[in-house]
């Protein structure tokens, strides 16, 4: 059976739309979302391609000069729309600019690990060997350093909106489970907290009770959660994780839930945690060992590629835990996986070189809606919002409630209301912007409702 006819008969609603064949294999891809073209990395060729997603044609091909396969970690200015991406061999921090899709700053860097957009300073942190380095988003440019303590930074840095820190692991610390805090306010040190995770980084934020979840830059028996507002470990669970090299933990904000792969001799289970008790709640068995994620977060799915020698992507229903059928097949040597959260697609890279692009046929279809307490509710309209969109929520006691919308990363990005309201009915509008007034890129959100210790989530869809 072809991979086409496979994915009808086996979820119906999740299809292969194309395949795009390639005279190279693609490594690494990402989409970016305001001029709807896909990069896609070239190991054998050395050079960074830049496909238009209408017709799926090469628009630009740029020489790089590098081997690629080992790794390339990114990370997104939804402000001014640039990308940050650091490649290994030549160590390099290059910023894309998707406006006249090309490179426009390449500095080098002694770097193989993920760096971080900080929002609210509008700079990323980034980890030159042992230095934290601070780049200016503005001139894009290096304007210093993060001054260590007693340990030095190394890894990949995170950033937690909610408290405006800083998380790397610290390289010189005798037992190696050392994670550092740093406040951007200051760019100071604030925490060393010994995790009992060996090279810790952090995997996923959870912003409504403001922590975080911690696995290993190599492997591990075990995930804590972090209370990132005291910097202590909260919990221990059993998950053997093997390593954040591409950063494939799957957060789910809507549903408050966390994904992680739990590796056995030769094949994976899914481990989904409930993030409001930090419990794993089920495990899900997997033909072998998971490569890569990514969360389709318009319709609550997450796609998993499986590599050789089943050469698979699986799909999660997110809502109810269950795997839709055995999954696809794709070309040999299934590698990456990309989202567009417009158009609701996933793109996935094989080594055969080929890009399979997989449509949801689930996209334009009313969600399912969860289940809320009696009263307490939320409505968005329009859905998808063309700009701007209309949140009416009832309110049917007094109590202390915010209104606030985040990113799929989980990252606050406006506060839309916060304080003591009386039993009614409000509305409030969010024009798509930043807290200060900047455009958003489109893409999906979510608007939750905080309100007697119970948290209300409505996706919506910002596009032009």
Known sequence: MTALLIASLLTGQVHVDTVVRLAFKPGHIVYVGSTNRLLAFSAANESLYVFNCGDYSIDKVIPLNGYFNAGVYWAYNWQRDKYYMVTITPGELMVFDPAS???IRR???????RPCYAAEHDRVYVCDDTVMRVLDCGTDSFVGSVPHGT???WGAVS???VGDKLYATAYNAPTEDMLLAYSCANDSPVATVSTGIFRPTVLAYYPPLHKAYLGSDWSTDKVVSYDCEHDSVI???????QGHSYGFAGYDAARGKLYLPNAGASRDTLCTIDCRTDSIIKR??????????AMASRTGRLYLTIPDPTNLVMVLDCEADTLLGPGFETGRGTRFLAYDSVHNRVFVSCRDSSIYVLSDDTA????RRLQFPALWDVAISPNPAI???VIRWQAPVEANVSLCVYNTAGQLVKVLADGRTKPGTYTNVWSGTDARGRRLANGVYFCTLAAEGQRFSRKVVLTE
Do not use: F, H, Q
Not at 235 to 241: C, I, K
Not at 284 to 293: A, G, Q, R, S
Not at 364 to 367: I, L, P, S
């Open 101 to 103: 899709d090309s490179l």
């Open 107 to 113: 500095l080098p860097i002694d770097c193989d690990r």
């Open 151 to 153: 340990y030095t930074p």
């Open 159 to 161: 950033w937690d909106s």
């Open 235 to 241: 919990r221990e669970l059993a998950v053997n994780y």
């Open 284 to 293: 899900t068995p997997l033909p072998y060992i998971v490569l890569n994620m």
């Open 364 to 367: 334009g279809v009313a969600e």
């Open 387 to 389: 700009g701007r969109a």
